[in-house]
């Protein structure tokens, strides 16, 4: 398995690719990776010649110096897993100075409404982080397609909405969550939680579960209270926000509309440590 750490070589190696009509997928990760991660490169590997996954801690998209410190590092490890289990597979891990220079700056990207609920009012600036990085792995990977979980639904919508703004051609395809024997969405900040915590933030997709089964008979705000105050109810985990909202715009939801499909979206910390999810309501 090849591994890359300089952009200017694995732009030969891509552009060779390109040369031979193969197609490109491109998986990117912050590694630490989990069987989430493997399931997109298994997604990409069905339809892709060649898959181009990314190890790289953007530190543009952190907007808490801590979380980006203790944010895993495993880059071993990754290679081991992925060598093991992929044959079509190359890795790009770059270093900061690789793709950054001397600039570790973000680029403002107008997102819209899209960047304005939820982590983009949450985490400030984390949306540019994102589109920052994702911009220029697209145009040193030039991939044809791009997988991204369902888990971070809002930064797939964001990212659908980067390849409109850059005008990059890549298809960006959403992949469904993956999930822990107790419903807990695979995320690479588990590794971080303690067996208790693990354990207990299976409360979130129950809870998630319980609110998709209350949106076909009550409000929306009534749903919301009954959220906080189950979390309320809990020692382990603070709710950060919970937010019912429509699954295109991101708006949260005011009077329910047939026509429109919505999601739930959750974000809780377990001592610092940060765990969102999601679930399609209708
Ligand atoms: O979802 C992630 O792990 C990151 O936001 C991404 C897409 C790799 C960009 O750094």
Same mark, same amino acid.
């Given at each position: 398995?090849?591994?890359?750490?300089?952009?200017?070589?694995?732009?030969?190696?891509?552009?060779?690719?390109?040369?031979?009509?193969?197609?490109?997928?491109?998986?990117?990760?912050?590694?630490?990776?989990?069987?989430?991660?493997?399931?997109?490169?298994?997604?990409?590997?069905?339809?892709?010649?060649?898959?181009?996954?990314?190890?790289?801690?953007?530190?543009?998209?952190?907007?808490?110096?801590?979380?980006?410190?203790?944010?895993?590092?495993?880059?071993?490890?990754?290679?081991?897993?992925?060598?093991?289990?992929?044959?079509?597979?190359?890795?790009?891990?770059?270093?900061?100075?690789?793709?950054?220079? %001397?600039?570790?700056?973000?680029?403002?990207?107008?997102?819209?409404?899209?960047?304005?609920?939820?982590?983009?009012?949450?985490? %400030?600036?984390?949306?540019?982080?994102?589109?920052?990085?994702?911009?220029?792995?697209?145009?040193?990977?030039?991939? $044809?397609?791009?997988?991204?979980?369902?888990?971070?639904?809002?930064?797939?919508?964001?990212?659908?909405?980067?390849?409109?703004?850059?005008?990059?051609?890549?298809?960006?395809?959403?992949?469904?969550?993956?999930?822990?024997?107790?419903?807990?969405?695979?995320?690479?900040?588990?590794?971080?939680?303690?067996?208790?915590?693990?354990?207990?933030?299976?409360?979130?997709?129950?809870?998630?579960?319980?609110?998709?089964?209350?949106?076909?008979?009550?409000?929306?705000?009534?749903?919301?209270?009954?959220?906080?105050?189950?979390?309320?109810?809990?020692?382990?985990?603070?709710?950060?926000?919970?937010?019912?909202?429509?699954?295109?715009?991101?708006?949260?939801?005011?009077?329910?509309?047939?026509?429109?499909?919505?999601?739930?979206?959750?974000?809780?910390?377990?001592?610092?440590?940060?765990?969102? $999810?999601?679930?399609?309501?209708?």
């Amino acid at each position: 398995m090849q591994v890359f750490y300089k952009k200017k070589e694995l732009i030969s190696f891509v552009n060779a690719q390109k040369e031979a009509a193969k197609i490109i997928g491109f998986v990117p990760t912050m590694g630490a990776l989990h069987e989430g991660h493997l399931s997109l490169i298994a997604e990409a590997e069905k339809t892709c010649n060649l898959v181009v996954v990314s190890i790289f801690v953007n530190p543009t998209q952190f907007n808490n110096a801590s979380d980006l410190k203790k944010y895993p590092r495993t880059l071993e490890n990754d290679l081991n897993l992925l060598e093991k289990q992929f044959d079509n597979c190359i890795i790009f891990a770059p270093s900061e100075n690789e793709i950054y220079e %001397d600039d570790l700056r973000a680029e403002h990207f107008d997102f819209g409404a899209l960047a304005k609920q939820m982590e983009g009012k949450y985490r %400030d600036g984390h949306f540019d982080g994102v589109g920052t990085i994702l911009k220029r792995l697209f145009s040193i990977i030039q991939p $044809d397609k791009a997988f991204f979980g369902e888990k971070d639904y809002q930064q797939f919508c964001i990212v659908k909405k980067l390849v409109k703004i850059t005008g990059q051609p890549v298809e960006i395809i959403g992949c469904p969550i993956h999930r822990e024997a107790n419903g807990l969405a695979r995320s690479s900040r588990n590794k971080q939680l303690s067996e208790k915590e693990r354990e207990e933030a299976g409360l979130i997709f129950e809870t998630l579960k319980q609110v998709q089964e209350k949106f076909g008979t009550e409000s929306a705000s009534s749903i919301r209270n009954w959220v906080e105050e189950k979390f309320e109810a809990n020692n382990t985990l603070d709710l950060e926000y919970f937010e019912i909202a429509d699954a295109d715009s991101l708006e949260p939801i005011e009077e329910k509309n047939n026509k429109k499909k919505y999601r739930a979206f959750i974000a809780t910390y377990a001592n610092n440590v940060r765990l969102i $999810d999601n679930i399609a309501l209708n």
